[in-house]
């Protein structure tokens, strides 16, 4: 769980890039006052409240600076948003800014979750993500086994194709173990406090 404080300078540090929107300004005003509502998460797909906010510079294409959506209805604004968003005191509200150098940014990257199923239940989200990444390795493995007795009991071309997909084999468990590392790491960031 994202603890509130980091949230709240957040949102204090986004306010600092929008002073110049007085509409973006409202719309942070009024989601540091409900900052337990609040989630930022990278991608919100599924999400019943939506906002992206783009505040980069550096892009080929402008963009609206506002995209948010509550339970699938666009909205046109923040005004329209914060009175459809007050009438569903409980859902969480998932945020997505845009900005330049945001990868750099670790005040939003501590917040910062990876899709809204992390938003129900952080930990439940992760162990599920890890389980599946574990049973996949566990599939490698049986892989791995089975082509090292094909190896031990061929000879010729049929061994060094074995050989091959052993070194595979490998190297897939090396990237999916990779993979759960990072996913382990994640998870113990967002439940310290």
Not at 147 to 176: I, V
């Amino acid at each position: 769980m994202v603890s509130r404080e980091k949230k709240i300078q957040a949102l204090y540090n986004f306010t600092l890039m929008v002073m110049q929107n007085p509409l973006l300004t409202y719309l942070l005003g009024y989601l540091t006052g409900q900052v337990d509502r609040v989630n930022f998460v990278e991608d919100i797909s599924g999400a019943d409240i939506a906002i992206k906010v783009n505040l980069r510079r550096l892009t080929l294409w402008p963009t609206d600076p506002l995209n948010a959506s509550v339970k699938g209805v666009s909205m046109p604004n923040s005004i329209a948003l914060l009175q459809a968003i007050v009438d569903e005191e409980d859902l969480p509200i998932c945020v997505c800014f845009d900005f330049d150098n945001m990868r750099e940014a670790y005040w939003y990257q501590e917040v910062l979750l990876p899709d809204v199923s992390y938003v129900k239940d952080v930990e439940e989200a992760a162990r599920e993500q890890s389980s599946l990444l574990r049973e996949e390795m566990d599939r490698i493995l049986d892989i791995y086994r089975e082509c090292q007795t094909l190896y031990n009991s061929t000879s010729g071309q049929r061994q060094e194709e074995m050989a091959y997909y052993m070194k595979l084999a490998e190297r897939e468990l090396k990237t999916l173990s990779d993979k759960l590392e990072e996913v382990n790491k994640r998870m113990r960031q967002l439940t310290d406090f």
